[in-house]
C-alpha cells in the first residue's frame, strides 16, 4: 500500500519532544505550557455536581445556552461588543479545535495565509492541510514588534487571512491599541479575515490592558476570535475553549464545527457557566501570574540566561547567548539532560530556522519548583 503523507514535514511536536525528554531525565518541566498546581476545588465540586445531576449527554451543537450567555456578557462588558449569545458564541474542544475550525472553514486551495512567526506551532499544518500556503512574517527578537509597512508588502490578491496572538506564545510580547489600528487600516476594504488567537487575555501584567480584537468594531466584522478555559482556569487537559465570531462568520464556522466535533463535554460546560458568574475567577489572574513571573525572574537573579521582556502568557523567554553557541534545540536538550531543566527552543516555531539563541521557559509552576528550577539554572 501506497500512502502520501498530507504533512510530510510534521514531525511530532516540540512540547511531546521536550516533555518526553523531560520525564526520560526527571528533569523540572518547563516546557510544555501547563500549570503544575490545581485547579479550582470549587469548579471541581461543580462538575461533579453536574454529572451526578445527569447532565451527562450531548449538548446543543454550538454549546449550552446559559454558557453561551455567560460568555458574552463577559466579553461585552470586558471588550464593549454587544455580542449575541446564540450566533456569535460556540463553544469548542480547546482553543486548538476553535483555530482547526475557524481556518478549515474560511481557507481554500491557493490562499495565502500570513502568520506572524515565532508562531504557536498548530497555525501553519492546518492551513496547509486546508491546501492554503503560509506566508510568515518574521518578528525579531528581542521586542519582536510588528512594522505595519512591511506586513502590508505581503498582502496579495491571494491572502485569505492574517493570523495574529495576543499575548504572544511563545514571546509574551502583547500587541497595543496601535498594532489593531494598523491591522484595521491595512484589511480596510478587502476580503482579509483575522483569526485572533487569544487565549492569554487574562494573563497580562504590569497594568496594561489586552487589546482585543473585539475593541476594534469595523476589524471585528471580518474576524474570528479564539480562547482557552484550559489556559484561564489552570485545567488545560479538559480541552476546553471557544470562538467568538460575528453572525455571518460564525454561521460558516459552525457548519464546519457540526462535523469537526458536534457538540463538547457537557457537565463542564455546566460547571463553566456557573463559575465564571464571579469574575473575580478570571479578573485575579493578571496579579497571580505577575507575581510568579516576579518570583521566577527573582529565583534566576545571578543566572547567565537573560531573560527578554515578558508583557503577558505564562512564558518567559532567555537568551543563553552568554553561556553557549550551541543552537537552541541543543542548548534545551543539554539543559534537561545535564542541568535539569527543560526548556522549549523557540526555533521551533518558525518556519525557517533561526539562530537566535533564545529558549522558552513556563513559569506556571507552584513556587517551590520555580525556586528549585531558578538554583539548577543559576548553576549554568
Ligand atoms: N493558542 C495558543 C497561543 C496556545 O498557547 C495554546 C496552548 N494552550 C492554544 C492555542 C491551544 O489551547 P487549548 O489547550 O485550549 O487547545
Ligand atoms: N500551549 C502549550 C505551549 O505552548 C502546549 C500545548 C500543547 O502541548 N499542544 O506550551
Given at each position: 500500500?501506497?500512502?502520501?503523507?498530507?504533512?510530510?514535514?510534521?514531525?511530532?511536536?516540540?512540547?511531546?519532544?521536550?516533555?518526553?525528554?523531560?520525564?526520560?531525565?526527571?528533569?523540572?518541566?518547563?516546557?510544555?505550557?501547563?500549570?503544575?498546581?490545581?485547579?479550582?476545588?470549587?469548579?471541581?465540586?461543580?462538575?461533579?455536581?453536574?454529572?451526578?445531576?445527569?447532565?451527562?449527554?450531548?449538548?446543543?451543537?454550538?454549546?449550552?445556552?446559559?454558557?453561551?450567555?455567560?460568555?458574552?456578557?463577559?466579553?461585552?462588558?470586558?471588550?464593549?461588543?454587544?455580542?449575541?449569545?446564540?450566533?456569535?458564541?460556540?463553544?469548542?474542544?480547546?482553543?486548538?479545535?476553535?483555530?482547526?475550525?475557524?481556518?478549515?472553514?474560511?481557507?481554500?486551495?491557493?490562499?495565502?495565509?500570513?502568520?506572524?512567526?515565532?508562531?504557536?506551532?498548530?497555525?501553519?499544518?492546518?492551513?496547509?492541510?486546508?491546501?492554503?500556503?503560509?506566508?510568515?512574517?518574521?518578528?525579531?527578537?528581542?521586542?519582536?514588534?510588528?512594522?505595519?509597512?512591511?506586513?502590508?508588502?505581503?498582502?496579495?490578491?491571494?491572502?485569505?487571512?492574517?493570523?495574529?496572538?495576543?499575548?504572544?506564545?511563545?514571546?509574551?510580547?502583547?500587541?497595543?491599541?496601535?498594532?489593531?489600528?494598523?491591522?484595521?487600516?491595512?484589511?480596510?476594504?478587502?476580503?482579509?479575515?483575522?483569526?485572533?488567537?487569544?487565549?492569554?487575555?487574562?494573563?497580562?501584567?504590569?497594568?496594561?490592558?489586552?487589546?482585543?480584537?473585539?475593541?476594534?468594531?469595523?476589524?471585528?466584522?471580518?474576524?474570528?476570535?479564539?480562547?482557552?478555559?484550559?489556559?484561564?482556569?489552570?485545567?488545560?487537559?479538559?480541552?476546553?475553549?471557544?470562538?467568538?465570531?460575528?453572525?455571518?462568520?460564525?454561521?460558516?464556522?459552525?457548519?464546519?464545527?457540526?462535523?469537526?466535533?458536534?457538540?463538547?463535554?457537557?457537565?463542564?460546560q455546566y460547571a463553566l457557566a456557573d463559575y465564571i458568574e464571579d469574575a473575580s475567577t478570571y479578573l485575579s489572574l493578571p496579579a497571580f501570574f505577575q507575581q510568579k513571573r516576579d518570583f521566577f525572574l527573582q529565583a534566576l537573579d545571578g543566572s547567565r540566561l537573560r531573560p527578554l521582556s515578558c508583557e503577558g502568557t505564562y512564558f518567559c523567554n532567555f537568551d543563553y547567548s552568554d553561556i553557549s553557541s550551541e543552537d537552541d534545540m541543543a542548548f534545551a536538550k543539554r539543559m534537561t539532560i545535564e542541568y535539569g531543566v527543560a526548556a522549549i527552543p523557540v526555533s521551533a516555531f518558525y518556519s525557517n530556522p533561526t539562530n537566535d539563541k533564545v529558549i522558552r521557559l513556563c513559569f506556571a509552576k507552584t513556587e517551590e519548583?520555580?525556586?528549585?528550577?531558578?538554583?539548577?539554572?543559576?548553576?549554568?
Open positions: 500500500m501506497h500512502i502520501t503523507s498530507k504533512l510530510p514535514a510534521v514531525g511530532t511536536t516540540i512540547f511531546t519532544v521536550m516533555s518526553t525528554l523531560s520525564n526520560k531525565h526527571g528533569a523540572i518541566n518547563l516546557s510544555q505550557g501547563f500549570p503544575n498546581f490545581p485547579t479550582s476545588q470549587r469548579l471541581n465540586d461543580l462538575v461533579y455536581h453536574y454529572m451526578q445531576q445527569g447532565f451527562n449527554q450531548y449538548a446543543p451543537m454550538p454549546g449550552v445556552p446559559v454558557l453561551r450567555e455567560r460568555i458574552a456578557n463577559k466579553a461585552n462588558q470586558l471588550y464593549g461588543t454587544k455580542l449575541n449569545s446564540d450566533e456569535e458564541v460556540t463553544i469548542t474542544a480547546g482553543a486548538t479545535q476553535a483555530i482547526f475550525t475557524a481556518i478549515t472553514t474560511f481557507v481554500k486551495h491557493g490562499d495565502e495565509v500570513i502568520i506572524l512567526e515565532p508562531a504557536y506551532d498548530s497555525y501553519q499544518p492546518v492551513v496547509e492541510l486546508n491546501g492554503g500556503t503560509v506566508v510568515p512574517y518574521r518578528l525579531k527578537a528581542p521586542d519582536y514588534e510588528v512594522d505595519w509597512g512591511l506586513m502590508k508588502k505581503l498582502i496579495t490578491p491571494s491572502t485569505r487571512m492574517i493570523i495574529i496572538n495576543t499575548p504572544h506564545n511563545p514571546t509574551g510580547s502583547t500587541l497595543k491599541a496601535k498594532d489593531l489600528q494598523a491591522l484595521q487600516d491595512l484589511t480596510d476594504d478587502t476580503d482579509i479575515l483575522i483569526l485572533s488567537d487569544e487565549v492569554y487575555e487574562h494573563l497580562i501584567y504590569d497594568g496594561n490592558q489586552h487589546q482585543s480584537i473585539l475593541r476594534f468594531p469595523k476589524l471585528w466584522q471580518r474576524s474570528l476570535a479564539t480562547y482557552s478555559f484550559g489556559k484561564t482556569f489552570h485545567n488545560t487537559g479538559w480541552k476546553m475553549g471557544y470562538c467568538l465570531a460575528p453572525k455571518h462568520l460564525m454561521k460558516e464556522f459552525r457548519k464546519v464545527h457540526q462535523f469537526n466535533v458536534f457538540s463538547i463535554n457537557t457537565p463542564i519548583t520555580l525556586e528549585k528550577a531558578g538554583a539548577l539554572l543559576r548553576k549554568i
